[in-house]
């Protein structure tokens, strides 16, 4: 199951300070309770903020929420233990009352979500001296990991000082020209968390590496928990992931709730059909229709046109036997490698590599629509899941209309969208990709391009399930028109608003499954034995009725009207309405109010993304004596207390002064720095020299996953025999070929593995026909090649 609200993702808003504006960041206590039960994870955030100065304060910080999760309750506990709850309005009125609470000289509590994504919270007038504590709920949907139940908690972190630029989340790039991110571990507040699994049938195995939780598992175990042991003074830098397995995790769940007389379900289950001594990766190799959608607008001259081109290669040589494919480049206008699907085998490969190698930058502008839509106007084949990969740089003049495309042609095909630098549209790529069912990257270092690409396409190669229908009366959110392609291994989760009675028939699925090329049909058991106490399904079930609302056809009043009425039925923030809680004080809070905008811990498990130097203050610029090479990536830190200004800022404030430094660098030290210049120059060409073997080495794969040792052992320089014990097989020059590639790809390309997996799990296949030990000769190959 995925934690996926972000719970601790404070993102960052604020400026880079000045050396005069230092002050202390008021959150000072942090606590997360997460409590998983029937396939539901729900989770108490608790936040403690002191105000230290000697002013009034109001704090404000973003967190991201996934799309799955909702936001279920907000309150503000005060000392004496009463316990304030959040209404809520629309949010002119809300703003309207929190302001108002304010100029009263009371506290107050107030959300805007302006996209589903993300939420800004304001707590306003806070006194000097005075604490406040805020809680907030959310719930999250299960999800899972191979046979296991999966609870992944995200953990950016808001301390204190220390600006990363280096680190900074790509997507946070386009928000603002500056920003404040601080080192997870130089965290100056306390943390507490308390994990409790509750489960129907026993829990047989768990994990959670790295952390130092105090585990317990009951006699009958039914009932997991764990803690921070006592004491502890752990900041997690990495998100924490907890696995544990139950006989029930593969089966199909009716959870139901009641609320105010009227009932709600949330229908779920896993799709995954293999044979009883089949592996995952067995399931692997899913055939389809994959498109390649590049663009080759000017902005993507020099490094990224050519690592572009090099994604386009693996990504060709990674597609499973028996596919179509086909690649679109585009800018002001667009091209096709050829007309219609192409046929997967090893000449039409060779041909579209050739073709791709030849690729430019040279096509004007970014339109990205033309080639979509021309993509849409060939109908898919059903046994072969079309899937698009749209990798681009820019922005476009009309992306809700590129949106709305992919998400009007959702059910025919999967995009998934890589945004590559830092003045890519991140609306775009995250959007195209949540409309498309696919899955969103962006590429900041641009040797993390190929990888991105194969991550995607791996989800693609799995079987799935598509065109949904569901028998049973009920209201369901999403509709079944509306759901989108499903893989064996990706939890199937629909809600449903049931009314007053619980229908009496069992819901009934029906679905087309691309392995065996029929249609399947799903009976989930709805009944008494799985009621869960709350309404949080009411409250998903909702959030996912609003979106269908927002991305309907109906007219903007009608939508206005109907998204406002749900969200304060329901008790949910939209983009309409927010929470608004107000306490007020028995003395009014005077003084003027300082705005305390709270920065954003990074974490190794946030996406990273450098920052270009005309996204910094424009007075600023790196002095050469403080330059540092891309390897070792600058950290630049907004003073901590035990530290100067000048020490910790690698910026000056004018162009004069690092000129008169560079000026008066003595005679030596710019030799030495030629000759640092003339090495990295050297390994720069032993770079390129290796990566053109590298790819050499792909290119030679066949189509069906072998290599020729012939062929190989020229472009290897190595000895031609085969060894006695190969020689006399079926295909002794292929087996012993693909044997020796993969051989030396571990061997000298191991850091790649994320590029190439697919690329071996296809050779491996291919090889298991020949009935050797793979590992085994895999491993002699190796020592032929020492």
């Avoid at 003027?592 to 498990?605: G, Y």
Wanted: hydrophobic share 35%; charged share 25%.
């Amino acid at each position: 199951m995925r934690c996926g609200c972000c719970c601790f993702g404070l993102r960052p808003i604020r400026p880079i300070p000045s050396p005069v504006e230092k002050h202390p960041i008021s959150l000072k206590h942090l606590e997360l309770r997460s409590t998983v039960r029937n396939s539901l994870c729900k989770m108490e955030l608790f936040q403690v903020y002191k105000n230290i100065e000697t002013q009034p304060i109001e704090c404000e910080y973003v967190f991201p929420v996934e799309n799955d999760a909702v936001i279920t309750a907000m309150r503000i506990h005060l000392p004496d233990g009463t316990i304030l709850e959040a209404s809520i309005e629309e949010e002119t009125k809300a703003q309207e009352m929190y302001q108002d609470a304010i100029s009263e000289g009371n506290t107050a509590v107030m959300t805007k979500s302006d996209t589903p994504d993300k939420m800004v919270v304001n707590v306003g007038n806070i006194a000097p001296g005075a604490e406040i504590r805020i809680e907030f709920k959310f719930t999250t949907p299960i999800s899972t990991e191979l046979d296991f139940w999966k609870l992944y908690i995200p953990t950016t972190l808001t301390p204190k000082a220390q600006l990363q630029p280096n680190s900074i989340p790509l997507e946070e790039i386009k928000q603002e020209t500056q920003f404040t991110v601080v080192n997870a571990r130089n965290c100056t507040y306390r943390i507490g968390m308390s994990i409790d699994i509750h489960s129907d049938t026993p829990i047989s195995d768990f994990s959670c590496k790295t952390y130092p939780f105090e585990w317990t598992l009951s006699e009958n175990c039914l009932h997991l928990s764990g803690r921070f042991r006592e004491g502890n003074d752990f900041i997690p830098d990495a998100g924490i992931k907890i696995l544990y397995k139950t006989a029930n995790s593969n089966f199909p769940l009716c959870a139901v709730q009641e609320r105010k007389g009227e009932y709600a379900a949330m229908l779920s289950f896993l799709p995954m059909y293999k044979q009883e001594n089949e592996e995952i990766e067995d399931l692997q190799g899913q055939r389809g229709e994959f498109l390649f959608v590049i663009d080759r607008s000017g902005s993507m001259a020099g490094e990224r046109i050519n690592l572009a081109k090099k994604a386009a290669v693996l990504f060709l040589k990674s597609l499973p036997p028996g596919s179509v494919f086909n690649i679109v480049s585009f800018g002001g206008r667009f091209d096709w490698l050829d007309q219609g699907p192409i046929d997967y085998n090893s000449n039409n490969v060779e041909k579209a590599i050739r073709s791709v190698e030849k690729f430019e930058a040279d096509m004007g502008g970014t339109n990205i629509y033309d080639p979509l839509n021309s993509i849409y106007s060939t109908p898919p084949n059903k046994a072969l899941p079309r899937s698009i990969f749209l990798l681009t740089d820019g922005a476009v003049s009309n992306p809700e209309a590129v949106v709305n495309l992919i998400r009007q042609n959702s059910k025919s095909a999967t995009v998934h969208s890589v945004g590559i630098g830092n003045e890519v549209s991140t609306f775009l790529i995250k959007e195209s990709a949540k409309a498309g069912g696919g899955v969103p990257s962006f590429v900041s270092g641009l040797e993390e391009l190929s990888k991105k690409v194969i991550n995607a396409l791996e989800k693609c190669l799995m079987p799935a399930l598509s065109d949904w229908k569901l028998n049973w009366d009920a209201f369901p959110a999403p509709s079944p028109e509306n759901l989108k392609r499903v893989y064996y291994g990706d939890r199937f989760i629909l809600y449903a608003h049931l009314g007053p009675t619980i229908p009496s028939s069992m819901p009934k699925l029906q679905c087309y499954d691309s392995r065996s090329n029929t249609e399947r049909e799903f009976i989930i058991q709805a009944g008494i034995s799985h009621f869960t106490a709350g309404d949080e399904i009411f409250k998903l079930w909702a959030k996912n009725r609003i979106s269908e609302i927002e991305t309907g056809n109906l007219p903007q009043e009608v939508k206005n009207s109907q998204i406002v009425q749900l969200s304060k039925e329901y008790g949910i923030p939209s983009s309409l309405t927010s929470y608004i809680c107000i306490q007020k004080n028995s003395e009014a809070v005077v003084g003027e109010i300082q705005l305390r905008k709270i920065p954003v811990a990074k974490v190794r498990d946030m996406s990273q993304a450098s920052v270009p130097m005309a996204s910094m203050n424009r007075s600023l610029k790196m002095c050469a004596k403080m330059a540092m090479p891309r390897s070792a990536a600058p950290t630049v830190l907004w003073r901590a207390p035990d530290v100067t200004y000048k020490d910790t800022f690698a910026f000056r404030y004018t162009d004069s002064r690092c000129d008169e430094q560079e000026r008066s660098v003595p005679k030596k030290k710019k030799a030495k720095k030629a000759e640092k210049e003339e090495e990295k120059q050297i390994a720069a060409e032993a770079d390129t020299s290796e990566s053109e073997i590298y790819l050499s080495i792909i290119k030679q794969q066949s189509a069906e996953g072998f290599w020729s040792f012939r062929q190989l052992s020229s472009a290897l320089n190595i000895g031609k025999e085969i060894p006695a014990e190969f020689a006399n097989l079926n295909q002794a020059d292929d087996i012993w070929g693909t044997l020796v590639a993969l051989a030396y790809l571990r061997k000298n390309y191991g850091s790649n593995k994320d590029e190439w997996k697919l690329v071996e799990r296809k050779s491996i296949k291919w090889l298991k026909s020949s009935a050797i030990p793979i590992e085994e000769s895999i491993q002699k190959a190796i020592e032929f090649l020492n």
